[in-house]
Nanobody
Framework: QVQLVESGGGLVQPGGSLRLSCAAS????????SGWYRQPPGKERELVAS???????NYADSVKGRFTISRDNAKNTMYLQMNDLKPEDTAVYYC?????WGQGTQVTVSS
C-alpha cells in the first residue's frame, strides 16, 4: 500500500504561479509512470501531465508551455510547477502513481 499526499494548492490570481507537491509514503515514482490529473467544477477528471520512469513528459494541450512536471526520487516526491495560471485551471488536482491516487488539492484561480 502506498499513500500519496498532495500539497501546495490554494487561491492565486490570474497570471500567478503555484507548485504542487505529491509526497509518497515509499518509493514509487522511479518505477512507475505517474502524473497529475485535475477535475474542474462540474466536469470530468482529465490528465494534465505525466512522466515515465525514463523521465519522458507529456502534457495536455491546454497546459503546454505553462506547467512542468518533475520528480525527486530521493525524496519520493513529484511536483507540478504551474505558471501563468488562468481561471480555467481552477480544479481539484490529484497525483497518481501506478494505481494509487492522492486525496486531491484545490487550486482556485481568481481575481
Amino acid at each position: 500500500q502506498v499513500q500519496l499526499v498532495e500539497s501546495g494548492g490554494g487561491l492565486v490570481q490570474p497570471g500567478g504561479s503555484l507548485r504542487l507537491s505529491c509526497a509518497a509514503s515509499r518509493s514509487i515514482f522511479s518505477s512507475n509512470i505517474s502524473g497529475w490529473y485535475r477535475q474542474p467544477p462540474g466536469k470530468e477528471r482529465e490528465l494534465v501531465a505525466s512522466i515515465t520512469t525514463g523521465g519522458i513528459t507529456n502534457y495536455a494541450d491546454s497546459v503546454k508551455g505553462r506547467f512542468t512536471i518533475s520528480r525527486d526520487n530521493a525524496k519520493n516526491t513529484m511536483y507540478l510547477q504551474m505558471n501563468d495560471l488562468k481561471p480555467e485551471d481552477t480544479a481539484v488536482y490529484y497525483c497518481v502513481a501506478k494505481y494509487y491516487w492522492g486525496q486531491g488539492t484545490q487550486v482556485t484561480v481568481s481575481s
